[in-house]
T-cell receptor, first 120, second 111 residues
Framework: ETGVTQTPRHLVMGMTNKKSLKCEQHLGHNAMYWYKQSAKKPLELMFVYSLEERVENNSVPSRFSPECPNSSHLFLHLHTLQPEDSALYLC???????????????????FGPGTRLTVL | GENVEQHPSTLSVQEGDSAVIKCTYSDSASNYFPWYKQELGKRPQLIID???NVGEKKDQRIAVTLNKTAKHFSLHITETQPEDSAVYFC??????????WGAGTKLIIKP
């Protein structure tokens, strides 16, 4: 349960605030992900980093800014969010992420506990 | 675009009975299909997965079946127990290496 950690676990912020979510993985994985989980919706992939390089950005608004300084840490910087951005933000990691030759990324993803974000 | 349909959205079964959750996918090139369980207030955790070179995989009370021709796969839980109550998510790998997730099934085990 401690393989992927996230802080803070809960965050309440106003629309003009700037905050950051942090994710850390202790599994030696080489890929990390940010997901948004809203009630009654599928998990929405936001960003993927493989070997510290962003490989996917699913048309996420610019008020969300990811940062991956090394293979163990992933941040999500937040600014001028909207109330509809309130959700559970999950970080995940995996090994042998994206095979660029075959364009396959099939390995198991391990999730962090999430940050429950409320935007007022 | 590619998507994964998951049914039902809610499933209520008597303790001891079996539960089946079904998913269909659209990308015929998908070759990896994991199932995750998310208990209330907790993180999603992998419970079983299957790759396209096999049709069925079993792990104690949990099994997954895959029909590549019909592009659907199912999760089967036998002899359900209260601790099986959770939301279950299916996923399929997308052709450009993303996992596409189903919307989830809330499984309720009635005592």
């Amino acid at each position: 349960e401690t393989g992927v950690t996230q802080t803070p676990r809960h965050l309440v912020m106003g629309m003009t605030n700037k905050k950051s979510l942090k994710c850390e993985q202790h599994l030696g994985h080489n890929a990390m992900y940010w997901y948004k989980q809203s009630a009654k919706k599928p998990l929405e992939l936001m960003f993927v980093y493989s070997l510290e390089e962003r490989v996917e950005n699913n048309s996420v608004p610019s008020r969300f800014s990811p940062e991956c300084p090394n293979s163990s840490h992933l941040f999500l910087h937040l600014h001028t969010l909207q109330p509809e951005d309130s959700a559970l933000y999950l970080c995940a990691s995996s090994q042998d992420s994206w095979d660029r030759v075959s364009a396959r990324g099939t390995d198991t993803q391990y999730f962090g506990p999430g940050t429950r974000l409320t935007v007022l | 675009g590619e998507n994964v349909e998951q049914h039902p959205s809610t499933l209520s079964v008597q303790e001891g009975d079996s539960a089946v959750i079904k998913c269909t996918y659209s990308d015929s090139a998908s070759n990896y299909f994991p199932w995750y369980k998310q208990e209330l207030g907790k993180r999603p955790q992998l419970i079983i997965d299957i790759r396209s070179n096999v049709g069925e995989k079993k792990d104690q009370r949990i099994a997954v079946t895959l029909n590549k021709t019909a592009k659907h796969f199912s999760l089967h839980i036998t002899e359900t127990q209260p601790e099986d109550s959770a939301v279950y998510f299916c996923a399929a790998v997308k052709s450009n290496y993303q996992l596409i997730w189903g919307a989830g099934t809330k499984l309720i085990i009635k005592p």
